[in-house]
């Protein structure tokens, strides 16, 4: 036994293992109503329809079911995606600024995760025109 030599391997921090990675729709949907909830002039996301039924949840206190990827839904196919948003501008912005803004803002957050993006389309389904002034 004492004339066995021993063969020592070496590993390269370098090395990965092959395979395929699918980013899904749903994380592309998330990504993208984060970057857009940012931008100035965004009041909300959604259709009248998925408006009122977020607000019946809050009104329960599931006020947090369904808000991360209300308002859009995302196609991702061979490491592009096709993403459609719904918005609710606020009044007095300009729609061409938020929807461009927008654009930038949801192609540099889903850029960012390794994936390009193809299109956005953009439904201004609402305006915002604030809160009423308290009752006095």
């Known amino acids: 036994m004492a004339d066995e030599a ?13 395979g395929t990675t ?28 998925a ?6 949840l809050d009104r329960v206190g599931l006020d ?3 808000d991360a990827r209300r308002g859009c839904s995302a196609h991702v196919t061979n ?7 719904v918005l609710v501008i606020e009044a007095g912005h300009p729609v061409p600024q938020v929807t461009d803004a927008v654009r ?8 960012a995760y ?6 956005i389309n953009i439904k201004v389904d609402d305006v915002s025109m604030g809160s009423p002034p308290p009752a006095a």
């Open 6 to 18: 021993t063969q020592e391997l070496s590993i390269t921090p370098d090395a990965v293992a092959g």
């Open 22 to 49: 699918h980013v899904s729709d749903e994380v592309v949907e998330k990504i993208a109503v984060a970057a857009t909830r940012g931008v100035p002039g965004v009041a909300e996301l959604g259709g009248d329809v």
């Open 51 to 56: 408006r009122f039924f977020n607000a019946v």
């Open 64 to 66: 947090q079911v369904g």
């Open 79 to 85: 490491g592009a995606a096709v993403i459609n948003l």
């Open 104 to 111: 930038a803002a949801v192609v540099s957050a889903v850029e």
């Open 114 to 119: 390794g994936l390009r993006v193809d299109e």
